[in-house]
Every structure is written in structure tokens, then in C-alpha cells.
């Protein structure tokens, strides 16, 4: 089979309207632009496949397809592109995104494309419809009736039609079939040929279904050539020369063998005809190729096979005059033997360290000097291990130890040898369980389906996909690429019967929900088998449920007995009288939220009810988490894109109740890189915008939040959003982008940073889930949202260049959390607290502690009961004189500036609180009679009460706006002893707005991002506090020992420079001189760093210059050294081989080289 | 630099092959309806939405106009405008607000009261055409918004034909420059001036025939804490149809309310939107273009060719052709011929432009839309049986 790229010009067509998508933002053919990058059949993506007919003699046929432009089905286009001469185009019929509706790709703008496209000379139109059933077929009778018109009336006058897989009776007409099919089409099966008055049809029956196999192109390969027969027949371009293979019989007796087998039979040659004669076995493999001189014009000639394995096979014959092809044809062959080999494995999968073992059964004679081989294939071909025994028994039992550097997919093939000879074989796939943890990932939404799906999957793989997410089971070629999973196994919803009771039953119902889950879960073992990064409980699904069932009521007061030990406590909160806790009650039978409660004022009984809700899913969380790990012991389960901090939901709850947790990008991901282990996967879906500026924007906002994956919706997708691939499986225009800015993520960030420290500078803030839910009660609103006042001091924060680590309510309950690790805590909208926080955060402020709070600390309690006055005013140096809404004024504070010189910084417009005083406090400011920034002095620490919203303080991101809020947050941060260490400054000098600065640590060495995530481009100096050695990564250049770097910032793209007190030294590689085929290399991999990591690119050459894509691409070592395992498969080519090392921080490249030399045993 | 020159051929086939070809993208997205919910005006709630939606793409900019009202079961005929009935919902539904911008009132009776009589969007000879067309007790009004091929601005034009005195015709325009936000810095530019948020001022309708609606925090890709800054919008009028021009800047919604000639029925307007354009970019650029729209305006054909110049005979002779191959169709034949009769007094009546020529290109634009739907069909049937 050949490869195949595109020529030069096309590639610059097809690049020229790239850019014009990209570049003409506002330009006239935007959207019809974009069009033709959806329908582009010029692919970059070569796949192997027989040139059947390119160049042909007839020269190109114009061929109009009408396909779907769904998953792998437009490469169906590409395909037959690369086999035979045509100049085709495409038009889509698609499933509009998000929704039920489908219809012509481009709507009003794409039947316009394809009106233009109609209007063209075409020699043929295709319809193609998928070979599975579940979706329409495509059919001429689905265009529009003008353009239906314009289609059929070209094929009246002359082109030709061809519907694959689908029919139209009103145009190929029953009494105009061919009773006897062209000779042309008579090896194609199932098709039907017609006269369209002047034109020619042919209707083909759908694709065959093509299992996932090694060698699974031939089948392709030879359906590909039928479709191509058709569209040459019914452009009336079938050649002139006419071939047939004959073979001697249905089947071949292997015993027959070396021998004259098929007959060739040609007529209509010209003298410069020559044949090429092929024979290919099913697993691609090429056992004889034959070239002959035709000679005269008709002849035959019969055609000897040699002694092959019993088997199938194909022989195929391309006949070409002048170097362009004039005919081509093919016959399967099937050759068979008396002896047989039958393969059972004990599991077809195995984690690393187990055994993969199995027993091998012979069938016929067995004589002397016959071994069967038992080998382990890549889906390279590669022979990555093998066992060799004699065949003297019927059968022969075998094991293999599971190596880590095993790939996903093994082919285990047992194959009877005669000598040198192979005489017959069998195979079966096996798993290595591989579940890519520990690793910076790339996750993919949904799975290629189709015949084809194996190359989008190769393209996937080429393109840094590493794990892919969805429903059912992983098919096989999945484990080819070396794809781990995410399988979706539920979607949690809280629908409920007409009583009131959850569907399919009860959360708290024991019995039921077990049954259930475990139902849910059994269904996964394939999954398991394959090797599992996470299970997934669904995405948009809800994360809080209860019921009217009594189960559910008995799990309620069981929860309301942990939250409140004895039930007068309740009683007091909720202003009930009940006796014990198996008495309580909702306080309407069917009022499953408490919603009344709330509407009465009675927020205890309310929050308490919603708290439980949250409770429940939790608790289901765990219920299948457990379920989960008796099936993967090693399985990690939780949910993703649900869960949001907006929604009051409880986040700590869910990172205790998973093992895993990607929200949609949002608030909730500062709580959860701040609370969860950083082994527990955590990211965010992106795809959801097509430029690539938005889309790096989303995807380095992951690396900066500390997630340790990007997710990306969805590998196919045309119109609101795209695909990471496009319809002809190349990577989308701002794909290829979005692949260029993140390569250093690739080269080994994304796993160095996986191992070192986000610094958060000792700022802690508090998340507290009663007073999410106190935001939303009395007057609260008035003083903005939970989320919008936590976000607001997110962005001061990080306009000061700063970052922070969240702590949760329940952290402190529970004695996780040590507070003498923060200098300053914010206390944002903090408005309900159970009495043990506020005294935790009273001693932390005794004890030296900085207490920051914006309006209303702790004015209710642990259940949002309101209380008479806050339970940290004595903190704060206030006093509460009334609940009140917020008052909005104009408002001004004094602070003492660097200079020591007073300032006075206006507050217009200000949102505060006017219901407190300051008593012990001091006040540096006000609005009318309203105290703002309230200081206080307790203990050996200090609280400082701001009294106001700083989401109503303008100014800091916006350039030229007034520095007001930096101001103010410098002071207050002032008071802690806390300010940036690097600092950013535009060319005026003054402080750069709308910029972040993200810092980790590993070992010395700093790692430190710039991101601005949205605006424009801005010559800024980042200073450091003292010279240091630094690196800018992306640009992979070194910038000298510096305490001041120039630097462009590029809006939207983070950039990376590294800090280093001594400049890091390449990494150094120890490998054995030389091995035999079939042994592994093992390179150690040693950093120069006395302390902390570095991240290299590992590449290995082989001796003609490939690379071996087998080999784990990035390690991070450190100075004990890793060790890399480079294996040499047993068909490997000798020579020399070299290992390069390149150390992500520097750009230098270690090299290693060594010798293979071959085994012994000699190849297969 | 091979490569080069060949990009640059292709680039100037591409954009020849597009003008040449250039039309606008209409599509009329449906009625929509539901039941209206909290946060909608009081008056509403309860009530049935009816909302339709028709998108003008011009391939530089789409457009989407929307009729949008509540309707009362209990009486069917009548239209409740809730926050307005004329809305602009794209490029960006903040600007000209999509919810209701351009509000007609008629000696004080505001037209959206009266249930629209047709909604319809079509497309020809490279402009899109959006009528709004009722039948009120004053008059007869179309309001018609033209979008050209490329073009990045809508004309508009309110045409009355009156059946009682007018005495007074005002356009009530909202927009909510760049963003729904309240903590704004709105600003409107005219030709004299800058009027920041907060004022309420008087145009002088000589000198200030255009207005340019902005907001100083949030400009195009400012993001705030809930919303991010779309950019500014525009509109343009003719000074010598207009009596007055009353601007209040609020800090969330910006009102412009142009009191018109009463002795006028023709009366003309140029909307923008700078969705995607920074402030400064647009207002230079709307500054530089103005004098030569206003111009264009006030001679501007509103008459759409597609409908004035449709060629009936021509039609009729396609149709017999088809016809021929279907003998059999004679509910078709006589479809035909019954919308080729109600079609010639239509047109004739357009064409005479006497009163009744609003509802009869009306009536005419329903029609013709029937007729080439249609013929399509009749077309493809014939062919198919001649296979």
C-alpha cells in the first residue's frame, strides 16, 4: 500500500482558506469560508491504501458526494480520493449541535454552497449512507426541490449516479435496471446498475461491517475498490481494458501449494500494458508481488501462489499503460489445511505484573521438527514478545508476564511452524490494563464509530489524545492507540414519581439503590478491563435529591441527628417542639424542599433540608464509589461538568464523597485545586468556541487552576462548535494552533507541574456552604451574590499578583485545616458560621493572625439562623445596630501611601453596610455616616472589617481606570506582611492591569506563568526580587541571569519562564551499550538538580531515522534518576538506535546511543 | 514567493466569485411560544409569548428581527407589548435591544398594541428585506429594515399609509450600549458633542442627525464580573423628518425618542451594530462614514425589487412547461392560475402605488413565496416522470 500526501498546491489552496477563516474576522466569505474547511477534501492524514486507479487513464472524474458529516463517515471521501482519480467535493447532511434537528450542513449558507457546487459540471453524484442502522440514510430525495431538480436533471443529461447504502425508486427505476450487470461491475456484490434516460446509476448495499483487527484495512481497502467501480461505471469512465481473476476453486488445499492457483484473464490491452500482481494476506501482510508485460492485447495467464498459511488472502491486480492505471481487479482466496491452530486464552486482560496466559490446541499431524510460536503483536506489527515450544501435544499451555511497557492492545497469535514455514494460526486480542494516572492528560468527549474509526483514532493519538470519555464499552482499537477510558456510566437525575418518590427509586432506600448501582456497575467490566482513569456518574447531572419516601425520611433524621446531636438543639434552631428525632417531619408532608420554611422565615429548617439534599448525593456518590472499587480496586469515581459554586452546592462534600471531580470552568475550580488531594483528577470541558484565541484562553486557564488534565467536547463536531478533528480527520485550523501554543505542555510542563507546588503566598479564604446559602435570605442580596463577592476578591487578589488556597467550614470541624499557615484569611460574604469556626478564627487572630472580611461576618449561625449580632464583632472592634439592606453612597477611605503621604482614594457609588459601629475599632474611611475600613487590633493579630462590597469598587482590571481597589487591597494585604514577590509593570511604569501571575515551585527553581485572559498585546517588565537565571519556555530561549524581564504579553496564550538560582544542566543517560532483538533497553534518565525535578522529551530514533512512538514520550526525574524502558521488538531493525533527552527548562538535548544486534532465534 | 502569488489569485478569484454572487441569508426562524414567567413585565405574566425571529446573514453581519408579544386567550386579537414588540436579538441582544427597540406610536397610540398583520423576510438581488406590516385604526404602517449584501448597518423605514389625521408620530429606540449592566459609564457621541450617563438633553435636529451609543467601562471584550462588553451601536436618521429628538443616558437602558413630522409618511433610519469593534475603532469609523449615509438614506429605494419587478408572465410560462409533463396535476394547474390572477392586481396595485400598495405588496410577497416553493416541486415531478 502507498502513502500519500497532498501535492504542494493543494495544500496551499486548502492553507489559503485556513487563514482566510482565521485572519478575515468581519470578511465577506466568513461563514462560507468556514464552510469549505468543514467540507475540505484535501487531508494532510494519509492513510495506507492500494492506488487502484491514480493516476487513471480516463484522468479525473468530478464527483459530487451527499454524505453525513458526522464521526469518521467524510473520510469515506478522502479515502476513495486516494485510490482513484477523483476531484470530488462534499456536502454534508448533519445533526444540528445540541439539539434533534438535522439538516443540510450550513443551513440557508450551505444549500447555497451546494446550489454553487450543483450549477458545476460533475461526472457523477454519490450518495453515501453510514453502515449502521440508527440514522437516516442519505438519499437524493432529501435535498431541497430546486436543488434536487438541479441534480437530477444533470443526471438525465448524462452523469451518473450512485447510491450507497440507501435507494431511490423514483430515479433508479425498476424498469430501467441492467438484467445483467456491466462486466465492469460483476465482482462488485450487490450492486444494481440503470439507465437514467441519458445517464447511468448504481445502487451498492451498505458497507460491510468491519471488525477492528491488524490488517483490518485490506477489508476496507477492497470494499473501497467496489464503491470506486461504481463511480467509474456510472461517470461512463469504466476503462477499455477488461480483467478477471479466476481462481481454481472456492477454496485452495494448502497441500497444493507452491502451484498455479488463479487464472488471469485480460482483454483489450494495449502493448505497453503492465500488470502489477499482488498477493496480501489479511493481516496487510504482502506475501508476493509480481510485475508482468502484458504483451498483447487479449490473453491469460495462469498465476502461482506460493506456500502460504492457511488462511484468507486477497490477489489483486493493477494494470497500468504509460504509468496511468487502464484496469484493476481483485478475488479473495482462501487457502486451507488440515492441521489447525486454535487459541484460548485463560482473561484477555491483565493488569501489569499479572499473567497473560492461555493454551494453545493443535488439530492434524503433528510431526517432527513442527513448533508453534507464540507471539505478542503491537498493532505496529511489531513482535514484542514471544515463546517458542515444540507442537508434540494436542495442546500446549503458555504465560506471559504483563511488562509496563506492554502496549494497551496486545495480539496474541499461536502460529503452527513447519520448519520455516508457517502452516496455519490463530489470534485473539488482550487487554493491558493502562489507566494513564499520574500523567498531564488529554481527555477526549465521545469515541470515534465507523469503519474508518481507526485512523480518526490514529489521528487522535498523533494530536496528544490520551484518554477518551463515553458511553458503552471501549472498543478495541481504542487500546490499539494506547487510549485509556472514562466510561459514562449513569446520569444521575432526580425526577420523581407522582407521590413524590425518586426515580428509579429512593436515594436512602438501601436495598434498592444497592441493587441499582450494582446493576450500573457490573455493566462496566469491559471497561475495567481496558483500563479505567476514572468512572464517571454523568455530566449535567444533579448533585442534591430527596424524596418524600420514608426511607429518605428516616436517613434525614439520622443526618439531622449528626448535625445536631440532641434534639433540643434542633428544637432551639428550628423553633420545634419534637421529643426525639425519629419524630421529625417535614413541615408539609409534601413539601420535599422545605420551601416553606423558607417563605416563614425559618432558614434553620430550610438550609438544614438543603444541606441534607447535598448530603444524600454525596452519600450516593460513596455508595457507588464503593461499588466501583469492588470491581477496579484501583477505581477512582465522581462526576463531571456538574456541581457549581453559584449553586450553593457543597463542594467540599463532593471532593470527600469521590475520588474525582471535573466542574465546568468556573469558582468552584480555586475550591477544588485547593482542597483536593492533588492526585484526584480534576479539569475542566472546553470546545465550546472555535477561534483559537477563546479556546487557549479556556485551556490555559486548566494549566494555571492546577487541573491536571484538559477535556475537550467533543473529537467531532461541525457548526456552533468544532471538533478537535475535522470532518476530513486532520486537525481543525485552531486545533493546529491550540497544538503549537500548549507543545511545551506536551514536552513535559504539563507533568512537571503535576509534581511541583503552586505557591499561594500565605493568603487563605474561607468557603462556607451556610453562607452560600445566607446570601440568599433577608436582605443579603442586596449586598450581591456569595459567588460574585468571592470572585471579586479572586480578581484583586490576582491583580496584585498574587494567588490564594481556599479552606472549607467543614475543614475547620473537623481539625483538617491549620490556619497558622495563612498570614492574611479572607472572610468574602461570610455571613453564617457555626459557633466552633468563629472561635477557631477568634484564636487565629489572638494568636497573630490577619482576619479580613468584607460586609456582615457571621450575623448568622451555622444554620442560618439569624443572630442579634455577629459572633465576630468583639474581632472585628464593632457593633451591630441593625440588619439592614445595603446602602449605597458615595464613600472615600485615607490611607497612609509608600511614602508614608496620606491618600485619599474615592468610593463612589459604594454598596455597605449600615448597620454596624465601630466601637473598639478604627475607621479610615466612610460613606455619609457609614464606617469603611474598620481596623482592629485583637490579641497579637488584627481583623480588619472593609464594610463594603468590593464588587462595586471599579477600577482594578480596566486600564486608565482609577487604582482605587488595588489601593485598598494593597493596604489591607499590607497589614499581613504580604505583597507579590514579582511584580509586573507596564511601559509607563505603573502597575500592568488584567494580568495574572501563577507560581510553583519545585525544588529551587520557580515556574512562573503570565496570563492575561482576555484584552490586548502590551509590552510589560516582570522584576524579580533578586538576579535569577531565566528561561522563557515557550520560546525555548535562555534570557541570562536577570532581575528584570522585557516581555510581550500575549492576551489570551499564558506564557512561562522559569526562575533558577543556578542555571539546570542538561540531564544525563545511562544506557547499556548494546542488546538483542526482543530485550529492552532501560535508559536511566538522571537529573543535574540537587534538589526538586526536571521534565524531558524523550525521543528514540531508529537506525533509518523514525522515530519509535512506543516509547513514554516526557519523564520528570530527579537526581536518584528514572529509568526510561526502551523495548526492541523481535522484528525490530538492527543497528544503531538513539535516545535523546530534552530537558523542558534548558532546550538541551542528552543523547544515548546503542546497539541492536539480532537474537538468536531470528526474526518470528 | 510562488506560493505567495498563487495566494493572492486565489484570494481575488474568491472575493470576485463571492461579490458576483453575493446575496443575503434569510431565514425566519418560526413562531415560538410559551407561557410568560417571573421577571417579565407584570402585565404579562401569565400570558401566552408569541415570538418570531427572521436573521438577515450578510455575510459580514447577522441581523435577527423579532416580533415579540403577549397574547391574552380571552382576547385573541390584541398584541401586549411587553418591554417593546420590534426587537434586534442579534448581533447582540443588548444593543438594539432584542426584547423591543423601536416602539411607532400615532397620535400617541403606540402600534405594537395592534396584532402584526405579517412578518416576513425574504431575499433578492443583494439586499434582505424584513417587513413589519399593520393594519392599526390610525393607518396602515410597514416598517421595513433592509440589509445589503456585506453591508454591516440596516436601513430602516416606517412607511404609513393613514386612515384618520395624524397629528403625531413618534419612535421610541432603546439599547443598552454594550452590555445589561447598571454599573456602566454610558456615553452617547453626536455630532457636537459627548453626553454622559445621567443626562437627559434635547438634540438639535439640524446639527445632529446621528447618534453614537457607547460605554466607557464596558468596551468591546471588557469582561465585568458577570458580563463582558459587546461593543457600541449606532443609529442615523433624516433630519428634515424629525421635530425633535429627546436622549435620556441612563446608567442601564439609553432612550432616544424622536418625535416625527406628522405631515410626513416615509420616514427613514440607519441602525448599527459594533458588536466585535472596540469603541474607538467604530466611532472613527462611523464618524467618517456618516455624512455620506445620511445622503444615501434619504435617497435610499425601499422598494424591494424582488417583489416590484417580479416577472409574472415569465413565471406563468415556467409553469405551463412543468405543467405539461404532469397532466394529471390539475389541483396544481389551478393553483396557479388562481395566484397568477390575485398576483396581477397586486402588483399592478404596488406598481400604481396608490393607497392599499402596503397591503397589496403585502398580500403579493405571500404569494410569490407560495409560487416558487411550488414550482420547484412541479418541476421535479416532471422530470421524474419522463425517466
Same mark, same amino acid.
Given at each position: ?92 447532511? $448533519? ?163 507452491? =502451484? ?177 494516572? /499520574? ?98 456518574? =454523568? ?71 438543603? $444541606? ?28 463531571? =461538568? ?26 468552584? /475550580? ?178 497573630? =493572625? ?315 | ?10 484570494? *481575488? ?120 406590516? *399593520? ?9 421595513? *429594515? ?41 456615553? %452617547? ?77 416615509? *420616514? ?59 397532466? %394529471? ?59
Amino acid at each position: 500500500m502507498a502513502t500519500r500526501r497532498c501535492p504542494d498546491m493543494k495544500r496551499t489552496v486548502f492553507l489559503f482558506l485556513v487563514s482566510l477563516m482565521l485572519a478575515c474576522g468581519a470578511c465577506l466569505a466568513q461563514d462560507m469560508a468556514e464552510l469549505e474547511v468543514d467540507h475540505s477534501v484535501r487531508a494532510g492524514f494519509a492513510t495506507p491504501h492500494t492506488d487502484w486507479a491514480v493516476p487513471y487513464v480516463h484522468g479525473k472524474t468530478r464527483v459530487l458526494f451527499f454524505l453525513r458529516g458526522h464521526g469518521t463517515e467524510p473520510r469515506e471521501v478522502i479515502e476513495l480520493q486516494q485510490r482513484f482519480d477523483l476531484d470530488p467535493q462534499m456536502v454534508f447532511w $448533519a445533526r444540528v449541535i445540541d439539539s434533534t434537528k438535522e439538516g443540510w450542513h450550513g443551513a440557508e449558507r450551505g444549500v447555497q454552497r451546494m446550489t454553487r457546487l450543483l450549477g458545476e459540471k460533475w461526472d457523477a453524484f454519490v450518495f453515501l449512507s453510514p453502515g449502521g442502522s440508527g440514522v437516516r440514510d442519505v438519499s437524493p430525495d432529501m435535498l431541497p426541490g430546486e436543488q434536487q431538480y438541479q441534480m437530477l436533471k444533470a443526471v438525465t443529461e448524462g452523469a451518473g449516479l450512485v447510491i450507497v447504502g440507501s435507494d431511490d425508486k423514483r430515479v433508479l427505476k425498476e424498469k430501467n435496471r441492467f438484467r445483467q450487470l456491466p462486466a465492469f461491475l460483476r465482482d462488485v456484490d450487490g450492486a444494481s446498475a440503470f439507465t437514467i434516460t441519458k445517464g447511468r446509476g448504481v445502487r451498492l448495499p451498505k458497507p460491510p461491517a468491519m471488525e477492528y483487527r491488524r490488517g483490518w484495512q485490506v477489508d476496507y481497502d477492497e470494499w473501497d475498490m467496489c464503491v470506486g467501480k461504481a463511480i467509474l461505471w456510472a461517470a461512463g469512465k469504466e476503462p477499455k481494458l477488461n480483467l478477471t481473476l479466476q481462481p481454481k476453486g472456492k477454496e485452495l488445499s494448502r497441500t497444493d501449494l507452491p =502451484g498455479a492457483a488463479v487464472t488471469f484473464v485480460w482483454q483489450g490491452a494495449s502493448s505497453r500494458v503492465t500488470a502489477d500482481i499482488k498477493l496480501r494476506r489479511d493481516d496487510g501482510k504482502v506475501l508476493l508481488t509480481i510485475k508482468r508485460i502484458l504483451g498483447k492485447s487479449e490473453g491469460a495467464l495462469d498465476l502461482s501462489l506460493p506456500l502460504v498459511r492457511s488462511g484468507k488472502y486477497h490477489l489483486d491486480v493493477v494494470a497500468r499503460d504509460g504509468g496511468r492505471v487502464a484496469g484493476f481487479v481483485s478475488v479473495p482466496v482462501a487457502i486451507v489445511c488440515g492441521q489447525t491452530t486454535d487459541l484460548a486464552l485463560d482473561q484477555n486482560w491483565a493488569e501489569i505484573g499479572q499473567k497473560l496466559s492461555g493454551k494453545v490446541r493443535l488439530s492434524g499431524e503433528r510431526g517432527a521438527g513442527r513448533r508453534v510460536v507464540i507471539s505478542l503483536f503491537d498493532r505496529r506489527d511489531r513482535q514484542v514478545a514471544r515463546q517458542i515450544v515444540n507442537a508434540d501435544a494436542a495442546e500446549l499451555s503458555f504465560s506471559f508476564t504483563v511488562e509496563p511497557w506492554f502496549p494497551m492492545l496486545l495480539e496474541v497469535r499461536a502460529t503452527l511452524m513447519d520448519g520455516k514455514n508457517e502452516v496455519s494460526t490463530a489470534w485473539q486480542f488482550a487487554n493491558v490494563v493502562k489507566r494513564h494516572r /499520574d500523567q498531564f492528560n488529554f481527555v477526549m468527549w465521545d469515541a470515534p464509530h465507523g469503519a474508518l474509526a481507526p485512523w480518526a483514532e490514529q489521528s487522535l493519538a498523533e494530536t496528544g489524545v490520551k484518554l477518551h470519555l463515553s458511553g458503552g464499552s471501549p472498543p478495541s482499537y481504542l487500546a490499539a492507540y494506547d487510549m485509556a477510558w472514562i466510561p459514562y456510566t449513569t446520569h444521575i437525575d432526580t425526577a420523581k414519581d407522582d407521590k413524590g418518590i425518586m426515580k428509579p427509586m429512593c436515594w436512602a432506600d438501601d436495598a434498592k439503590i444497592q441493587a441499582h448501582v450494582d446493576g450500573i456497575v457490573d455493566k462496566q467490566a469491559p471497561s475495567r478491563q481496558h483500563g479505567v482513569f476514572v468512572y464517571s456518574l =454523568g455530566d449535567e447531572i444533579a448533585v442534591r435529591g430527596s424524596c418524600l419516601d420514608p426511607h429518605c425520611l428516616a436517613a434525614y433524621r439520622n443526618y439531622l441527628r449528626e448535625q445536631y446531636a440532641n434534639i433540643a438543639a434542633l428544637n432551639t434552631s428550628w423553633g420545634s417542639y419534637y421529643s426525639s428525632f425519629d419524630e421529625v417531619q417535614l413541615s408539609k408532608p409534601d413539601d420535599n424542599d422545605e420551601a416553606g420554611a423558607l417563605r416563614a422565615g425559618n432558614f434553620p429548617r430550610w438550609f438544614d433540608r438543603q $444541606a441534607y439534599q447535598s448530603y444524600n448525593f454525596c452519600k450516593l456518590c460513596e455508595r457507588f464509589g464503593k461499588s466501583f472499587r469492588r470491581l477496579d480496586p484501583q477505581s477512582r469515581c465522581g462526576f463531571e =461538568g456538574a456541581g457549581t459554586f453559584g449553586h450553593a452546592d457543597d463542594l467540599d462534600g463532593f471532593v470527600r464523597a469521590n475520588t474525582f471531580w471535573s466542574p465546568y470552568p468556573g469558582t468552584a /475550580d480555586e475550591v477544588v485545586r485547593s482542597i483536593a488531594p492533588r492526585d484526584f483528577p480534576r479539569a475542566n470541558w472546553m470546545g465550546y468556541t472555535k477561534d483559537a484565541d477563546s479556546l487557549l484562553e479556556k485551556y490555559w486557564r486548566m494549566v494555571t487552576r492546577g487541573c491536571d488534565s484538559v477535556w475537550w467536547w467533543r473529537w467531532d463536531a461541525m457548526g456552533r462548535f468544532h471538533g478537535w478533528l475535522a470532518p476530513n480527520l486532520d486537525p481543525y485550523p485552531a486545533v493546529r494552533e491550540i497544538l503549537r501554543d500548549t507543545q511545551i505542555v506536551r514536552d513535559g510542563l504539563g507533568d512537571l507541574l503535576l509534581s511541583s507546588t503552586m505557591q499561594t503566598d500565605g493568603v487563605g479564604i474561607l468557603f462556607s456552604h451556610a453562607s452560600a446559602y445566607a446570601a440568599r435570605v433577608q436582605s443579603s442580596p442586596s449586598y450581591g451574590t456569595y459567588e460574585d463577592n468571592h470572585t471579586a476578591f479572586h480578581n484583586a487578589l490576582r491583580e496584585m499578583g498574587l494567588n490564594f488556597l481556599y479552606f472549607t467550614d467543614r475543614q475547620m470541624r473537623l481539625g483538617e485545616v491549620d490556619l497558622s499557615k495563612f498570614k492574611v484569611i479572607f472572610l468574602p460574604m461570610t455571613q453564617a458560621m457555626g459557633a466552633q469556626e468563629v472561635e477557631m478564627l477568634r484564636a487565629y487572630v489572638r494568636n497573630g =493572625g490577619v482576619l479580613v472580611a468584607d460586609v456582615r461576618p457571621a450575623i448568622y449561625d451555622g444554620h442560618v439562623k439569624p443572630l442579634a449580632a455577629g459572633q465576630l464583632d468583639d474581632v472585628f472592634g464593632v457593633k451591630r445596630v441593625a440588619m439592614s439592606a445595603a446602602f449605597a453612597g458615595n464613600g472615600s477611605v485615607k490611607l497612609s501611601s509608600a511614602g508614608g503621604k496620606m491618600e485619599t482614594l474615592d468610593l463612589p457609588g459604594v454598596r455597605a453596610d449600615a448597620g454596624v459601629q465601630a466601637t473598639q475599632a478604627t475607621a479610615v474611611g466612610s460613606a455619609g455616616e457609614t464606617p469603611l475600613l474598620l481596623s482592629h487590633d485583637f490579641g497579637k493579630g488584627r481583623a480588619m472589617l472593609m464594610n463594603l462590597t468590593i464588587t462595586g469598587v471599579q477600577g482594578r482590571s480596566a486600564k486608565g481606570a482609577p487604582e482605587t481597589a488595588a489601593r485598598l487591597m494593597q493596604w489591607v494585604l499590607g497589614q499581613a506582611q504580604v505583597a507579590a514577590p514579582l511584580t509586573l509593570t507596564g511601559t509607563d511604569g505603573q502597575r500592568l492591569r488584567n494580568v495574572e501571575i501563577t507560581r510553583w515551585l519545585n525544588g529551587p527553581v520557580q515556574i512562573v506563568s503570565v496570563f492575561r485572559h482576555h484584552g490586548t498585546a502590551e509590552t510589560a517588565e516582570l522584576r524579580l526580587p533578586r538576579p535569577l537565571y531565566v528561561y522563557d519556555l515557550k520560546a525555548r530561549k535562555y534570557l541570562g541571569k536577570q532581575q528584570a524581564v522585557s516581555l510581550e504579553i500575549t492576551p489570551f496564550r499564558a506564557q512561562f519562564y522559569v526562575l533558577a538560582p543556578q542555571p539546570p544542566r542538561p540531564v544525563t543517560l545511562k544506557a547499556v551499550p548494546s542488546l538483542t532483538t526482543g530485550g529492552v533497553q532501560q535508559v536511566t534518565m538522571t537529573s543535574s538538580l540537587a534538589e526538586g525535578q526536571q521534565a524531558v522529551k524523550v525521543q528514540v530514533k531508529l537506525p533509518d531515522g523514525s522515530v519509535a512512538d512506543w516509547v513514554c514520550p516526557t519523564v520528570v526525574t530527579d537526581k536518584r534518576g528514572v529509568v526510561v524502558d526502551v523495548p526492541v521488538a523481535h522484528n525490530d531493525p538492527k543497528g544503531r538506535w538513539t535516545v535523546s533527552a530534552t530537558d523542558l527548562y534548558t532546550g538541551a538535548t542528552a543523547t544515548a546511543r546503542f546497539m541492536v544486534k539480532s537474537s538468536e532465534g531470528g526474526d518470528r | 514567493m510562488r506560493k505567495f502569488s498563487l495566494t493572492l489569485t486565489v484570494c *481575488f478569484s474568491l472575493v470576485l466569485c463571492s461579490v458576483s454572487q453575493a446575496q443575503v441569508l434569510v431565514s425566519d426562524l418560526g413562531v415560538e411560544t410559551g407561557i410568560i414567567g417571573a421577571g417579565a413585565p407584570a402585565h404579562t405574566i401569565g400570558l401566552q409569548r408569541h415570538q418570531q425571529t427572521i436573521v438577515m446573514d450578510t455575510g459580514a453581519q447577522k441581523y435577527a428581527l423579532r416580533y415579540v408579544v403577549a397574547l391574552d386567550p380571552k382576547n385573541p386579537q390584541a398584541a401586549i407589548p411587553g418591554e417593546g414588540y420590534i426587537g434586534m436579538p442579534e448581533p447582540v441582544g443588548c444593543n438594539w435591544y432584542g426584547g423591543g427597540f423601536f416602539d411607532l406610536q400615532i397620535n400617541g397610540k403606540s402600534i405594537g398594541t395592534t396584532l402584526v398583520h405579517s412578518f416576513t423576510g425574504r431575499s433578492s438581488a443583494g439586499r434582505g428585506t424584513t417587513d413589519f406590516v *399593520f393594519d392599526t385604526a390610525q393607518a396602515v404602517v410597514r416598517v421595513r *429594515f433592509v440589509a445589503r449584501a456585506g453591508g454591516d448597518c440596516l436601513f430602516a423605514q416606517a412607511l404609513l399609509e393613514p386612515k384618520v389625521e395624524i397629528k403625531s408620530v413618534r419612535v421610541a429606540l432603546r439599547c443598552y450600549p454594550s452590555a445589561f449592566v447598571s454599573n456602566a459609564d454610558r456615553h %452617547v457621541l453626536t455630532s457636537s458633542r459627548d453626553i454622559k450617563q445621567g443626562d437627559r438633553t434635547q438634540l438639535d435636529v439640524a446639527g445632529e442627525g446621528w447618534a453614537f451609543y457607547y460605554d466607557r467601562i464596558y468596551d468591546t471584550g471588557y469582561a465585568g464580573v458577570n458580563q463582558t462588553g459587546a461593543g457600541p451601536c449606532a443609529a442615523l436618521w433624516v433630519p428634515s423628518q424629525i421635530g425633535k429628538v429627546g436622549l435620556n443616558v441612563g446608567n442601564y437602558a439609553v432612550e432616544t425618542v424622536l418625535d416625527l413630522k406628522p405631515t410626513l409618511c416615509d *420616514f427613514r433610519f440607519v441602525f448599527f451594530d459594533h458588536a466585535g469593534r472596540k469603541n474607538e475603532a467604530a466611532k472613527t469609523d462611523f464618524q467618517k462614514r456618516a455624512p455620506a449615509l445620511a445622503q444615501e438614506l434619504a435617497a435610499f429605494a425601499f422598494t424591494d425589487p424582488g417583489v416590484a419587478q417580479w416577472p409574472l408572465a415569465q413565471k406563468q410560462a415556467e409553469v405551463r412547461r412543468a405543467l405539461a409533463s404532469v397532466p %394529471v396535476d390539475k389541483e396544481a394547474a389551478a393553483r396557479y392560475e388562481h395566484w397568477g390572477r390575485e398576483l396581477a392586481d397586486q402588483l399592478k396595485q404596488l406598481h400604481d402605488g396608490s393607497a392599499g400598495a402596503i397591503m397589496a405588496e403585502a398580500d403579493a410577497t405571500r404569494t410569490i413565496a407560495q409560487w416558487e416553493g411550488g414550482l420547484a416541486d412541479l418541476k421535479l415531478k416532471a422530470l421524474l416522470n419522463d425517466i
